[in-house]
């Protein structure tokens, strides 16, 4: 597996999927630091609401699609408005059980964004970080 991580940042509502993503995520030591959001709006505003965070971006985002409140569609669309040298600091996936191709065709319009089906697993994190890091 590729070198470590510094941070992970996983946004869920669903906390069973949170808790085991983290598990799976710390057993596997891929990062120093795994944060956890069950709303989009939070994590967004955490990440890159004000200057300052800007340095601490994390490496790597899993983003769910279906969530109350802002949903993944619109965490990408402010992500990807984003200048490009904040972007290219981090690696967004979008983890989530839509295969529907309406979903897939959404997420397909921002370049550079990983689409993972849940469940996380070991076998699919190996390839998103081989590939991407």
């Not at 596997?28 to 069950?38: G, K, M, S």
């Amino acid at each position: 597996m590729a070198s470590r991580l510094r941070s992970i940042v996983l946004v869920d509502d669903n906390e069973t999927t949170s808790f085991l993503n983290n598990r799976l995520l710390s057993r596997l030591e891929v990062a120093e630091q795994v944060y956890t959001y069950h709303k989009a709006e939070q994590a967004y505003q955490q990440i890159w609401g004000s200057e300052k965070e800007e340095a601490r971006a994390p490496d790597l985002v899993f983003v769910d699609l279906k969530m109350p409140g802002m949903d993944g569609f619109e965490f990408l669309k402010l992500f990807s408005a984003l200048p490009p040298e904040v972007r290219e600091k981090t690696v967004m996936a979008v983890l989530t059980t839509s295969m529907h191709a309406a979903d897939t065709a959404r997420v397909a319009q921002y370049p550079n964004v990983e689409y993972l089906a849940k469940p996380l697993t070991e076998e699919k994190l190996s390839k998103l970080l081989e590939k991407r890091f």
